[in-house]
């Protein structure tokens, strides 16, 4: 039963083709870098969606619940763009109490990714969070880069330190080159 659910978590994240040259190529929900929102919700409904706005007034991050294989999508998009451009896309699936399966998802994942951009430079790490009400809380990043146009695709699983109110999540992510700078400051 294990495989079958993997192979189905596979098949419907390999909606981002079998081979990439370009960030713009991938899709997460049959959604790209470059699009616009416009083209998937009313106005009325962007305007309707919860949102985080970045202290350096660059982005807005805009979420959308999901009738696909995640439970939400987040969408970066330029504040005052009224086209709604997305720079940055990515799915969420909630892990809860379930952190190991979040892993494993993430690894099968990447083993995927790998042979989907074969060229992208490659990297993990583990970080903690600064903020004191996350405590214990640590996110374990893979990262993809575009080298040539500095695009990237992130894939994550966060671990929340228990005494919070967040559930361990894993995400999928495709950022455009604006979207790498912005975060690289």
Request: proline residues 2%; hydrophobic residues 35%; glycine residues 6%.
């Amino acid at each position: 039963m294990k495989k079958i659910i993997i192979i189905i978590i596979l098949i419907s994240f390999t909606q981002i083709q079998l081979k990439a040259e370009s960030i713009k190529d991938l899709e997460i929900e049959g959604i790209s870098i470059g699009d616009s929102l416009l083209d998937f919700y009313s106005k009325s409904e962007i305007l309707n969606f919860p949102k985080t706005t970045y202290d350096r007034g660059v982005f807005n991050v805009l979420y959308s619940k999901s009738n696909g294989i995640y439970e939400e999508l987040g969408f970066h998009v330029k504040i005052n763009d009224k086209k709604y451009i997305i720079h940055s896309i990515k799915g969420i699936k909630k892990f809860e109490n379930r952190f190991q399966r979040c892993m494993r998802f993430k690894e099968e994942v990447i083993k995927e990714i790998s042979t989907i951009l074969p060229d992208a430079n490659f990297d993990h790490d583990t970080v903690g969070y600064q903020d004191k009400k996350m405590k214990n809380s640590k996110a374990h990043v893979s990262e993809y880069f575009f080298p040539s146009e500095k695009g990237v695709v992130r894939l994550w699983c966060t671990q929340y330190d228990k005494n919070t109110r967040f559930t361990d999540e894993g995400s999928v992510s495709i950022g455009s080159e604006d979207y790498v700078k912005f975060f690289r400051k």
